[in-house]
């Protein structure tokens, strides 16, 4: 993918970390994303871990589901990530 984007832009590629929408102060596995972010920036993607951003504007991801039994974000969240990925973007 990589070596892909590399053709058709001068810009490294986004890797965007999509959390668990599940409430981010108990986050079950901040580990992975530290673990996960930090592999792709030593692979040379411009990582975007989401779930800073989910944490501090969302504080709980089950309040912000498509349904109950559904874990797709809703319309609050895809305009959030919609944000936030034009401003990573516009850098």
Partial sequence: FKAAAAERSEAPPILMLIPLMVDFRSYPIPDVHAR???AGAAMG????DLLPPFRET??????YRVGPA???FNAVV??????????????
């Fill in 70 to 72: 559904d874990n797709h």
């Fill in 58 to 63: 969302l504080v709980d991801g089950d309040r």
């Fill in 78 to 91: 895809h305009d959030l990530v919609a944000r936030l990925l034009r401003d990573r973007l516009e850098r």
């Fill in 45 to 48: 993607y411009d990582v975007l």
């Fill in 36 to 38: 996960v972010a930090q």
